[in-house]
């Protein structure tokens, strides 16, 4: 049974840095790639980034500059780091696992998401 | 980015009724569009992927369609457990965009 679960500091404040960690169980993260993906309060749904099975990394332009994904695969921990953070980056985050194979490419599993909030 | 234009962002629907949601792309992206299910207590759930495949064990009354730049999901009849957010989201390209969702409401 694959899971995934989000967890994180909650609360964070104005200009500093979120770290969000995503355990998976049940895949191999040398076989999968997991993305992270926000949505704001009564909004929709933004793709962030990926790591992709081979390691690489992708990122949404309109954070890249802030934002960072890593992993420690002997662990099936996904990271995410985005500094500079603002108000308007208070969401709900989500990490997702992909299934990707010839021209299938989709979010298969999902976790049940940690709610940040960006306040002083 | 590849825009997508999702219609109606709300429909008030009665159990049983047969409905539809558009997704549109600002761009053609060959099939590639998964549906995603939303529901009130945030939990997200995949339902087709490649515009018309059913992921394993989403119910039959769901199926997808479309091509080109148009795509639309349709529920044949309404169960309770159907009224919820839905998205759509490409994969042509990156970035990975998602349409703005549609809601599901009871009528």
């Known amino acids: 049974q694959v899971q995934l679960k989000e967890s994180g500091p909650g609360l964070v404040q104005p200009s500093q840095t979120l770290s969000l960690t995503c355990t998976v169980s049940?895949?191999?993260?040398?076989?999968?790639?997991v993305s992270w993906i926000r949505q704001p309060p009564g909004k929709g749904l933004e793709w962030m980034g990926v790591?992709?099975?081979?390691?690489?990394?992708d990122y949404n332009s309109a954070i890249k500059s802030r934002l960072s994904i890593s992993r420690d695969t002997s662990k099936s921990q996904v990271f995410l780091k985005m500094n500079s953070l603002q108000t308007e980056d208070t969401a709900m985050y989500f990490c997702?696992?992909?299934?990707?194979?010839?021209?299938?490419?989709?979010?298969?599993?999902w976790g049940q998401g940690t709610l940040v909030t960006v306040s002083s | 980015d590849i825009q997508m234009t999702q219609t109606p962002s709300s429909m008030p629907a009665s159990l049983g009724e047969r409905v539809t949601i558009s997704c549109r792309a600002s761009q053609g992206i060959s099939n590639y569009l998964n549906w995603y299910q939303q529901k009130p207590d945030g939990t997200i759930k995949p339902l087709i992927y490649y515009t018309s495949n059913l992921q394993s064990g989403v119910p039959s009354r769901f199926s997808g369609s479309g091509s080109g730049t148009d795509y639309s999901l349709t529920i044949s009849s309404l169960e309770p457990e159907d009224f919820a957010m839905y998205y759509c989201q490409q994969y042509d390209s990156s970035p990975l965009t998602f349409g703005s969702g549609t809601k599901l409401e009871i009528k």
């Open positions: 997702a696992s992909h299934i990707t194979m010839m021209v299938i490419d989709w979010f298969a599993y």
């Open positions: 049940g895949l191999s993260l040398t076989s999968n790639s």
């Open positions: 790591i992709w099975s081979n390691g690489g990394t």
